[in-house]
């Protein structure tokens, strides 16, 4: 069984598209992460859900909207993409905030055309 | 802002040779951790520590954790085909969150 899953694995679309990705964790893990990966494999994190409960929320444009409907699921919602925003998105999640272990799902990389 | 700095940043050796790599800062971390990533995958923990001077030892693979918690190193022995793999380090900062070098991309040639 898959710990961390994130679907789609592969994203391509148009400039200016809505898209989401979706990510649900089996671990019974309290805490939820996104972190994007860039074209330099550089890794950083861009939002940090606890409990459902957003605790970080790193400088990213505000098009960048999650969502955690329960401490399982962290969805990743994206209005007017950008070219810039072609990337890695990596969900995560740790067993608690002072855990911060985290065990990483496959990555969606989102093309933007 | 805290910064990981990982070197070098490309590593190419053949299969039974030896490497270091590290990870240095100037900020003190509570914990750091070593991921090793694949090609289409997400990062993997290798292992975590915690205390300054701290070693650890996972089969061929050999971590440590500088006195002062501003640097680790990561040894690997007879390095294999196996082993390749882009190499993260990560510390945990006071607010809880992980910060990433940019990573070792290790290539071991048989």
């Known amino acids: 069984d898959t710990a961390v899953s994130q679907t789609p694995k592969y994203l391509v679309t148009q400039m200016g598209n809505d898209k989401s990705i979706k990510c649900e964790q089996n671990?019974?893990?309290?805490?939820m992460y996104w972190y994007k990966q860039d074209s330099k494999k550089f890794l950083k994190i861009m939002f940090s859900y606890n409990n459902k409960e957003l605790i970080i929320n790193e400088t990213v444009p505000n098009r960048f909207s999650p969502k955690s409907p329960d401490k399982a699921h962290l969805n990743l919602h994206i209005n007017s993409l950008e070219l810039g925003d072609s990337a890695v998105y990596f969900c995560?999640?740790?067993?608690?905030?002072?855990?911060?272990?985290?065990?990483f799902g496959q990555g969606t990389r989102l093309t933007v055309v | 802002t805290q910064l990981l700095e990982q070197s070098p940043q490309f590593l190419s050796i053949q299969e039974g040779e030896n490497l270091t790599v590290y990870c240095n800062s100037s900020?003190?971390?509570?914990?750091l951790q070593w991921y090793r990533q694949e090609p289409g995958e997400g990062p993997v923990l290798l292992v975590t520590?915690?205390?300054?001077?701290e070693v650890k030892k996972l089969k061929r693979l050999t971590f440590q954790f500088g006195d002062a918690r501003k640097d680790s190193s990561l040894h690997i022995t007879a390095a294999q085909p196996g082993d390749t793999g882009l190499y993260l380090c990560?510390?945990?900062?006071?607010?809880?969150?992980?910060?990433f070098g940019k990573g070792t991309k290790l290539t071991v040639n048989p």
């Open positions: 900020s003190v971390f509570s914990s």
């Open positions: 520590v915690v205390t300054g001077g």
């Open positions: 990560a510390g945990v900062s006071g607010s809880e969150k992980l910060v």
């Open positions: 671990l019974g893990h309290d805490t």
């Open positions: 995560a999640s740790s067993p608690g905030t002072a855990n911060t272990e985290a065990f």
